[in-house]
Nanobody
Framework: QVQLVESGGGLVQAGGSLRLSCAAS????????MGWFRQAPGKKREVVSA????????YYADSVKGRFTISRDRAKNTVYLQMNSLKAEDTAVYYC????????????????????WGQGTQVTVSS
C-alpha cells in the first residue's frame, strides 16, 4: 500500500553535503517507521538511519553519527536524510524503507523489519 519515491542523490565532493528525500504515498504514512539504508557494490545492505512513526525516536549507525540527520514531515508525507561532511566511504545506493511496528515508538534497524522499499538513489562521493 505504501509506495516510496526517492530523490536527491547525485555526485558530491568529499566534505560536501547532500539531502535525500523520500516521498511516500498513502494516508497512513505517519503510522510507519521510516529507515534509510545503503548498499555499496559487493556489500550487504546496511542501516544508515531510522525514525519512528511518531518521529520521537531516531537511530543512527555509528559510521554516520554527527554527520547525518533524519527527519520527517508528515504534512508532506516525506522523510529526509541530510548528509553532511560526506566521505568517500558513504558512496552507495541509498534506499528508503517503511515499516509498521504497531502503535509505539519503535525504530527498526534491520533490513528484514521493513515492508516497503524505494527504488534507491545513487550517492557518489568523490575524494
Amino acid at each position: 500500500q505504501v509506495q516510496l519515491v526517492e530523490s536527491g542523490g547525485g555526485l558530491v565532493q568529499a566534505g560536501g553535503s547532500l539531502r535525500l528525500s523520500c516521498a511516500a504515498s498513502g494516508r497512513t504514512f505517519s503510522r510507519y517507521a521510516m529507515g534509510w539504508f545503503r548498499q555499496a557494490p559487493g556489500k550487504k545492505r546496511e542501516v544508515v538511519s531510522a525514525i519512528s512513526g511518531t518521529g520521537g525516536s531516531t537511530y543512527y549507525a555509528d559510521s554516520v553519527k554527527g554527520r547525518f540527520t533524519i527527519s520527517r514531515d508528515r504534512a508532506k508525507n516525506t522523510v529526509y536524510l541530510q548528509m553532511n561532511s560526506l566521505k568517500a566511504e558513504d558512496t552507495a545506493v541509498y534506499y528508503c524503507a517503511a515499516g509498521f511496528f504497531g502503535n509505539n515508538d519503535y525504530v527498526g534497524r534491520r533490513v528484514n523489519e521493513y515492508d516497503y522499499w524505494g527504488q534507491g538513489t545513487q550517492v557518489t562521493v568523490s575524494s
